[in-house]
């Protein structure tokens, strides 16, 4: 109980009067108990997630179950095999019975749960989506500054974050400054204009009105002078099936990311882990 009131490990260590060592070995006979005593049963829906583990492109992979609220296991890495040990850990009759996973669009992901899972629908998390377009939006803004500037035309000057934030959470300058480039005909513009245009795919009453707004969308992107835009629509075309299981299922990895949060917290907390099994 202490162990979970204090901050760290080492917070526990002064005032129990006890040694590091002695300490972790606590921790690792509680964790085996929760572990026995855990039912996965009952465990029908699923979300896989990275996160950054320590520097650089070090990533771990977080099985949660999105019903239940709770993460169900995590393994070094990010890659197929590291995501078909997340899977392995579940039951093999377990994992028969899941119906859903929502995941990026991560090649690993996918392979693994088609190997593993082979019965659940890849649901692809509608924030990664945003993602891509953001960033597509962002690309095509920071090449078309780059063209204004060389014929000394600043109109796009410190605008990078009027086109990734949300415009309702603008100032009122903010909100003219913005309007003001919108009804000027930059590809920036258009860009973000087709981003916005997608979040509507989410708010569609089923799969038939969701294939039929994702067909429209493609075809006015495909017929723009917009690459970067042309680039993801790409690739929300190759996964379409995964986008379209959204309105079966309906899950998302917001729950994931909430885990992250608080795994990064536990993580400044302890100033760091010394090795994978601690953390």
């Known amino acids: 109980m202490l162990l979970q009131a204090t901050a760290s490990i080492k917070a526990a260590a002064g005032l129990l009067d006890l040694n590091w060592k002695s300490l972790h070995g606590i921790v690792d006979r509680a964790v085996a108990r929760g572990l026995a005593r855990r039912s996965v049963d009952e465990v029908r829906r699923v979300g896989l997630d990275e996160k950054n583990f320590?520097?650089?492109?070090d990533y771990i992979s977080v099985m949660c179950d999105l019903d239940q609220a709770r993460v169900l296991e995590v393994?070094?890495?990010?890659?197929?095999?590291?995501?078909?040990?997340?899977?392995?850990q579940l039951p093999e009759p377990v994992r028969g019975r899941v119906e859903a996973a929502a995941m990026d669009m991560s090649a690993g992901?996918?392979?693994?749960?088609?190997?593993?899972?082979?019965?659940?629908r890849i649901v692809f998390d509608k924030f990664h989506v945003a993602k891509h377009l953001g960033e597509a939006v962002d690309r095509t803004r920071h090449a078309e500054h780059k063209e204004l500037?060389?014929?000394?035309?600043?109109?796009?000057?410190?605008?990078?974050?009027?086109?990734?934030?949300?415009p309702q959470n603008?100032?009122?300058?903010?909100?003219t400054s913005f309007e003001a480039l919108l009804q000027i005909n930059l590809k920036s513009g258009r860009a973000w204009a087709y981003k916005e245009l997608f979040s509507e795919f989410w708010n569609q009453p089923g799969v038939q009105a969701a294939r039929q707004f994702?067909?429209?969308?493609?075809?006015?992107?495909?017929?723009?002078?917009?690459?970067e835009m042309k680039k993801v629509a790409a690739t929300?075309?190759?996964?379409?099936?995964?986008?379209?299981?959204?309105?079966?299922?309906?899950?998302?990895n917001a729950l994931s990311e909430g885990f992250n949060s608080r795994i990064q917290q536990l993580k400044a907390a302890a100033r760091g882990f010394r090795n994978f099994a601690h953390y």
Do not use: C, M
Request: net charge positive; hydrophobic share 30%; proline share 4%.
């Open 170 to 175: 603008f100032s009122q300058e903010q909100s």
């Open 54 to 57: 320590g520097k650089g492109h």
């Open 75 to 88: 393994v070094p890495g990010r890659d197929t095999q590291r995501a078909r040990e997340l899977w392995q």
């Open 214 to 227: 994702l067909k429209d969308w493609l075809r006015k992107v495909k017929r723009t002078h917009l690459p």
């Open 236 to 252: 929300i075309e190759r996964h379409s099936e995964g986008l379209l299981n959204y309105f079966i299922h309906r899950i998302t």
């Open 149 to 166: 500037t060389a014929q000394e035309d600043d109109t796009l000057k410190g605008t990078r974050y009027l086109f990734l934030y949300n």
């Open 109 to 120: 992901y996918q392979s693994a749960t088609r190997i593993e899972a082979p019965q659940a």
